[in-house]
Structures are given as C-alpha cells and as structure tokens.
C-alpha cells in the first residue's frame, strides 16, 4: 500500500522516481480502510533529506500510512527554509490533541549539550510525556533514543574519545524479537555521534531489551515496551551518500568502512538498506497488528485487536 503525504511536499516526486508507491491526498480520501497516522518530529538540520528518507522507508510497506510532519512549537530551525516549514509542518502544540499509530522522532545537532540545556527541552519532555497516552508506539532516532532513556529512567550520556562515525557491524541479540524478523545475525548500520548511552547504565527493573549491539559503538537498538518505544542510536535511516555528505561539511577522520578502500574518490556503498526497511517494516506491521482500530482509544485503553477489512 502507498504512503499519503502531502501532494506538493518535495518528497513527493523523489519518491515516486524510486518507484515508491505515493498516494495522492485526494485519492486517499475514497479509501474505506483506516490508514496508519504515522507522526514525524523531524529535528535534523536538513528537513527535506530526513522527511525523504523516512518516508521512503515508511512507504515501502505493505499499509497506506498518513504521515504528519510536526516541529518543535517556538524553536526556529535555522537552516531550514520558513516557507517549507510554514507550508508542511505543523507545531507540536497544535497537534498534541490528537493520536497517532505510530511517532517518530530523529536525532539532533544538540547532542554535546546536556539535556537540561537544549533550548526546547522542557518542551521535549512534555513530547515524551504525551506519547504514552496519545501514542501506540514511538520509534526514537540517535539523540531522540538518548533523551528518550534519559527522560523516563535517568540514564546518562557519556562523551565519546573521538566522534563514533562511519558504518558498523551490528550483532542480532534478539532474533525471536518481532522487531528483527527476517535480520541476519549481524548487519551494518551507519554510527554518526560524539555521545554514547551504555548498556551497564541501563536500570535492571526498567525491562529494557537490548537487540543489537556493537563492540565497536556500544547500544544499536533497544526495545522499551514499558513506554511501547523502540530506541535506535545510530542512523539506519541515512541515505548512501549522508556521511559522505557530513565529511565533506564536517572535514575530520573518514568515516570507518565506508568508503571503498577507505578511498573517499570511490563511490560508497550502501549495505544497511535492506536492513533499513526490513526495521520500519517489522515496525508498522507491529503497530497494524496492535493498535486499536479505534483510533480514539489509543491511551485509553488496551489495544484492541484490529480487524482486517
């Protein structure tokens, strides 16, 4: 089934090229089948390449999802284009009423800071807050997951030696997890962060799931099915060409294999994408086979088991 996104967002045509299955606003409206409302608090920089590369995940499975783009209510991104913004988002104030399936939320250029300093984040933990009562399941990226822990459980971030960058093997610790069916018992996944959250930190009453880790990079994924969120720590969202992009802005150390014989000439290549929807996959198929098919009932309460039309 296609994703429903807005007829003139940029992603659109990006989408549709790749062969991704796009709806139209107008031709979704005719559809009898309740749709997926999937939320997305995008917090990157680059507003359009995050939009696109989650929405291309999201649209490459097998249910109609209605995405909703949401910032942050008074912060101002930077480097984002106002007209963008004002025409596709809509600020978390306006839409803390309503419930969604399922919400994203990425990572952020504020990870050095402490938590208590970020500019919004008395408005993040309020964010937080209302995903358990407006929310069936949250899929926290990279600073997201960090701030996530931190916010329910009190868990710290530690400053890394040198930036953890590059793609890196991971290790299936779970593979009976219906969030990892189908993986391999170790896959690649781009890392791009100074800040780590350790495993030895976790509390032990939490019930926190670790499901893939590195020896390299600490925690990938973790399931916290007391808050029903998924923490993923590094990017398997990105693009091919994302680090290469951060290298070129960024200078520094290459990005660990990476680059063809670590030669920044060569062309990269992507071996994280098919793990990349086989995630967002397992994901929505877990919140269609669970969310109420109520949406009103989401917070209120058990999930009630969904009837296929």
């Known amino acids: 089934m296609p994703i429903k996104i807005p007829d003139h967002l940029p992603a659109r045509q990006t989408l549709v090229t790749e062969g991704v299955a796009v709806m139209r606003e107008t031709d979704a409206i005719r559809q009898d089948i309740r749709p997926l409302r999937i939320g997305l608090l995008n917090l990157m920089p680059n507003k359009i390449s995050t939009e696109t590369q989650l929405a291309r995940l999201l649209g490459a499975t097998p249910l109609q999802i209605e995405l909703t783009l949401v910032r942050m209510t008074d912060h101002v991104a930077r480097n984002?284009?106002?007209?963008?913004?004002?025409?596709?988002?809509?600020?978390?104030?306006?839409?803390?009423?309503?419930?969604?399936?399922?919400?994203?939320?990425?990572g952020a250029p504020v990870e050095r800071m402490p938590f208590e300093e970020v500019r919004y984040w008395t408005e993040m933990?309020?964010?937080?807050?209302w995903t358990q009562t407006h929310v069936h399941s949250t899929f926290?990226?990279?600073?997201?997951?960090?701030?996530a822990v931190h916010h329910f459980y009190d868990v710290p971030k530690h400053e890394l030696p040198g930036k953890a960058f590059g793609v890196y093997n991971q290790t299936n610790r779970a593979p009976s997890s219906p969030f990892l069916r189908?993986?391999?018992?170790?896959?690649a996944i781009p890392v791009s962060r100074w800040t780590e959250v350790r495993a030895d930190d976790l509390p032990a009453s939490a019930g926190l799931q670790i499901l893939a880790d590195s020896e390299e990079t600490g925690l990938c994924l973790l399931n916290d099915p007391q808050?029903?969120?998924?923490?993923?720590?590094?990017h398997v969202e990105y693009d091919t060409e994302t680090?290469?992009?951060?290298?070129?802005?960024?200078?520094?150390?290459?990005?660990?294999?990476y680059f063809p014989a670590g030669d920044p000439n060569r062309p990269p290549q992507n071996r994280w994408r098919g793990h990349a929807h086989l995630l967002f996959g397992n994901w929505i198929n877990e919140i269609y086979q669970t969310t109420p098919f109520d949406i009103s009932l989401i917070g209120e309460a058990p999930a009630a088991e969904r009837s296929v039309a």
């Open 80 to 106: 984002a284009s106002p007209d963008h913004m004002a025409a596709f988002y809509r600020p978390w104030s306006e839409v803390s009423h309503e419930k969604f399936d399922g919400f994203i939320i990425t």
């Open 125 to 129: 933990q309020r964010i937080f807050d």
């Open 140 to 147: 926290n990226i990279c600073w997201a997951a960090q701030a």
């Open 182 to 187: 189908g993986f391999s018992d170790d896959f």
């Open 227 to 234: 808050r029903r969120s998924i923490h993923m720590f590094n």
């Open 243 to 257: 680090l290469q992009g951060e290298f070129t802005r960024d200078g520094g150390a290459l990005p660990e294999n």
